[in-house]
């Protein structure tokens, strides 16, 4: 007798249907139960983790063909997994493609342009690139995933130099819900180009990319790490400090809470610190007459802030490399006056019980305040500032901390834009009103039409979804 796939949600693979999958893709293709499945779907956020009807470890972009193919013959919906740092939209009952095999990083020095693979990491590019003196548009986790990061405006450590990834953009090589393969551009097909860019993974399955990179070969950069008593002081310097700062500057604050973990820095452990975060696009001589007040507000537990190689760009963050239970939440400020400074400090600050790991505002403006050369999805430059929380809990955890979480929104609630990053939107947040927060109107409608024409079914559902017009 065949043996089924069977999930909560009643979807069945026949053990035979797997087996025909399977015959048809030169990567693997898993059943729940068997062995491999859940190494095969392990993702960086354990607090989100997938279970898919079926799992393909697809190794080409033909395996990704034959897994669409399939998933639209049953009319099931298609989940993509490269890391899992931004996944958080459940799997249970799809198709997943598992494309962390796919992650062949290729250099064109003279043209300054990284071809990668669907899978690749970011720490894999910048490994690749900086022996040419070049850098890519990556995100503050060197292992965070190029595509999902990019399909989502992609907002890294040099944002105000030279604004969102996805602005770089030259080609993608895209699975459509009919499993077609495209190289989609500017001049070949602008509207899904366009809607690509910013509208996540809406549209097809990603099996490539080509973008520029930026001669850049040093930066001065780092953190600053202040007791955590000073929080008020460092926050109102870093708020007026930004107003007067270059677009090469890009940086962000942060309250921390690090865990008493042996990999945690001993003065870091256990207690709240304050971290200013750093990355200039420029020489040292241009940069230390910038930071110089910020260093003057208070007595620094570790500054690491010098010039380095571009490969050191991870040491900013230094985001945890290893899998975490991640629940986080966000929101796009207006502004940042002293009473926002305020309602943090109360809600996060040296006095509160705060549960929370990371409260962090980033600075944006600069480069990320100006369309870049063709158009895309990304259209709300003219907002200042991103506020960020992450809470790493356990199951039972978790309704505490996003009321924590939820409860800071409400303090920032009189400067909250009601606009979001959609790179950002968790599984809290990506409702069908979160997604359109993320979009203005006209955006957001446009990207409804493009949905229509390419996924009218509504295969690629398993993200922070756009729904098809209807009769379109």
Excluded at 59 to 73: I, L, N, P, S, W
Excluded at 214 to 227: M, W
Excluded at 399 to 416: E, M, N, R, S
Aim: contains cysteine; negative net charge; charged residues 20%.
């Amino acid at each position: 007798m065949p043996t089924p796939s069977s999930r909560p949600d009643g979807v069945q693979i026949q053990r035979h249907e797997a087996d025909e999958l399977g015959a048809e893709v030169t990567g693997t293709v898993f059943l729940p139960g068997d062995a491999g499945y859940e190494e095969e779907c392990a993702a960086y956020n354990l607090a989100h983790p997938h279970h898919p009807a079926v799992v393909v470890g697809a190794v080409t972009a033909a395996d990704v063909q034959a897994a669409v193919r399939f998933a639209a013959r049953r009319r099931l919906p298609v989940a993509v997994l490269a890391t899992g740092h931004g996944t958080p939209m459940s799997s249970d009952g799809a198709v997943l493609i598992a494309t962390r095999r796919m992650d062949a990083v290729t250099i064109d020095e003279a043209n300054r342009v990284a071809r990668v693979e669907a899978g690749t990491r970011w720490d894999q590019v910048v490994a690749a690139a900086t022996p040419f003196g070049l850098a890519p548009l990556n995100g503050a986790s060197p292992t965070v995933g190029v595509v999902g990061y990019t399909l989502g405006g992609g907002l890294g450590p040099l944002g105000r130099a030279y604004g969102y990834a996805s602005d770089r953009v030259r080609a993608i090589d895209l699975v459509t819900a009919d499993g077609e393969l495209r190289q989609v551009t500017a001049s070949s097909e602008p509207d899904l180009f366009w809607a690509l860019r910013g509208g996540k993974g809406n549209f097809g399955v990603v099996t490539a990319l080509e973008f520029d990179l930026v001669p850049l070969p040093h930066f001065y950069g780092g953190g600053l790490f202040f007791p955590g008593e000073y929080a008020p002081q460092v926050l109102n310097a870093w708020r007026e400090w930004v107003a007067t700062v270059p677009d090469e500057m890009t940086s962000s604050v942060a309250l921390l809470r690090l865990p008493p973990l042996p990999e945690v820095p001993e003065p870091l452990r256990g207690q709240l610190t304050v971290h200013v975060r750093i990355a200039y696009a420029g020489p040292a001589a241009d940069a230390e007459p910038l930071v110089a007040p910020l260093r003057a507000v208070a007595p620094a537990i570790i500054d690491t802030v010098a010039e380095m190689p571009y490969a050191a760009v991870g040491s900013i963050h230094a985001d945890p490399p290893a899998p975490i239970p991640l629940y986080d939440r966000s929101a796009v400020l207006r502004d940042f006056p002293a009473e926002a400074v305020d309602a943090v400090v109360e809600l996060a600050g040296p006095g509160a019980d705060c549960p929370l790991v990371l409260v962090e505002i980033r600075h944006l403006g600069g480069a990320l305040a100006r369309p870049g050369g063709s158009p895309s999805a990304i259209d709300h430059h003219q907002l200042p500032f991103l506020f960020y929380t992450v809470a790493i809990a356990g199951p039972d955890q978790a309704d505490a901390v996003d009321t924590y979480a939820a409860k800071l929104l409400q303090g920032l609630a009189p400067w909250d834009s009601g606009r979001r990053f959609v790179n950002f939107l968790t599984a809290t947040d990506a409702t069908a009103e979160g997604v359109r927060s993320a979009y203005s109107t006209a955006t957001y409608e446009r990207l409804r039409a493009v949905k229509a024409s390419y996924d009218p079914e509504n295969l690629f559902r398993v993200n922070q979804n756009i729904e098809p017009l209807p009769n379109a």
